[in-house]
Nanobody
């Protein structure tokens, strides 16, 4: 079992920045990949960014590439998402996720590829 807790959401003006953090606990040594997803009202949950837990490798959705940066701290068991140049369309509940079942696909992007989820944190970007 892996437990995930997100923090850092809030209200920000367009063009501003926010930093989300995800704290993992439990069987973290079994994690292959950590990811961030988001879900806006009336929309499907969509992939935002992912990072390998025990190897190098980060990847992003096209919609956030160049604006968001994902990082991890294995000693603290945390994964952060730095969000810059925020737009109103970035407004959503952001979820942290972990994949433990296998290392394939190597860069998972589908919500069904992930095994554990946090409770989510709201990000609201005003225009």
């Amino acid at each position: 079992q892996v437990q995930l807790v997100e923090s850092g959401g809030g209200l920000v003006q367009a063009g501003g920045s926010l930093r989300l953090s995800c704290a993992a606990s439990g069987r973290t040594s079994f994690m292959y990949t950590m990811g961030w997803f988001r879900q806006a009202p009336g929309k499907e949950r969509e992939f935002v960014s992912g990072i390998k837990w025990s190897a190098s490798g980060t990847y992003y959705a096209d919609s956030v590439k160049g604006r968001f940066a994902i990082s991890r701290d294995n000693a603290k068991n945390t994964v952060d998402l730095e969000m810059n140049s925020l737009k109103p369309e970035d407004t959503a509940v952001y979820y942290c996720a972990a994949r433990t079942r296998s290392n394939i696909p190597y860069y998972p992007k589908d919500r069904r590829d992930f095994d554990y989820w946090g409770q989510g944190t709201q990000v609201t970007v005003s225009s």
